[in-house]
């Protein structure tokens, strides 16, 4: 056969000034998202809960939800989790929109309502009996385990149990089939400390495994503490940040400054979330204020600074 034709296997073929190109590093991949909102919208009549609201939560994170009362920290799981229908926008839960969560994926997920008012005619072990045959995962080992360690009787109906019984049965019965996404809300408003302390403990347990996410609201914050969760703070409908509690500690602080003599007039300094003056000591709730600004600040006005670092719970009253 006659032709212009070559073979591009064979280096004959090949131009000698044609330089081979350097290989391509490959990008690193974007982490898999647990969670996934876009314009997120929910009203009730005229009221705007969620507005617009986006959000992605990676796969493998713990991240504690915090809002004040009303702010739409419960509806906005139950559109998480399609129990409440969306006005506007997108959810997607473990790669797949909200509205086709079904078989598989559904099985990945673990939920914990503020309170468990289901069956009160089914015994323990018949409920969990009857939920274990739709879980693949389900660790019955560890379901023991609980329902010991909680004093749950399995032989009790539901509705005999105590709120706080049923709240514990919730939790076990969302741990049982091992899920990739936890998602809890107010898991520990019903609970004694003793089970709270108990309860945090199975969820750092749980936490510390590959892949795990978990995202549970509360009103406890030194629970989030305790887990070390990431804070996310929902406000005015949307999520208005998403930090590490170091983060957040470092950014929001309280100085003392004490300038004898007394104060004349309050200073002006950017990032003044409060100010308090008692007698010659002047009180700062700072926001993202370099040292070094308050540091000149105190030179300036010839008063001795200190630096204090809040507790969660003085965070959020300062941002919520």
Partial sequence: MTGSMTNPLDPATVPLEVAAEPPVEAADPAPE????????????????????????????????????NGAGK????????????????????LGAPVAELGGERLHRIGYVPQSFDLFPWMKVKSYLAFTRAFYPRWDEAMVKRLLADWEINRKQKIGQLSQGQRQKLAIVRALAPDPDLLILDEPVASLDPLA?????????AQA??????????????SDLERAEAEIALLKDG?????????VLRARVRRARLV????????PELPGVLRQDLLG????????????????????????????????LEEIFVELG
């Fill in 259 to 266: 300038r004898p003599g007394g104060w004349t007039a309050l």
């Fill in 33 to 68: 998202l647990a969670l996934r909102m876009r314009g997120l919208e929910k009203r009730f009549g005229t009221m705007e809960v969620l507005r617009g609201l986006d959000w992605d939560v990676p796969a493998g994170r713990v991240l504690g939800l915090l809002g004040r």
């Fill in 238 to 246: 949307r999520i208005q940040f998403v930090s590490s509690l170091e």
């Fill in 280 to 311: 010659e000591e002047l009180r700062l709730i700072v926001d993202s204020v370099p040292d070094e600004a308050l540091t000149a600040l105190a030179a300036r006005e010839s008063a001795r600074l200190t630096l204090e670092r809040l507790t």
């Fill in 196 to 204: 709270r302390r108990d309860f945090m403990a199975e969820l750092l």
């Fill in 74 to 93: 419960s509806t906005l799981i139950r559109c998480l989790l399609g129990i409440s229908p969306i006005d506007a926008g997108r959810v997607d839960v």
């Fill in 208 to 221: 510390r495994r590959p892949g795990k996410t978990i995202l549970f609201s509360t009103h406890i914050t």
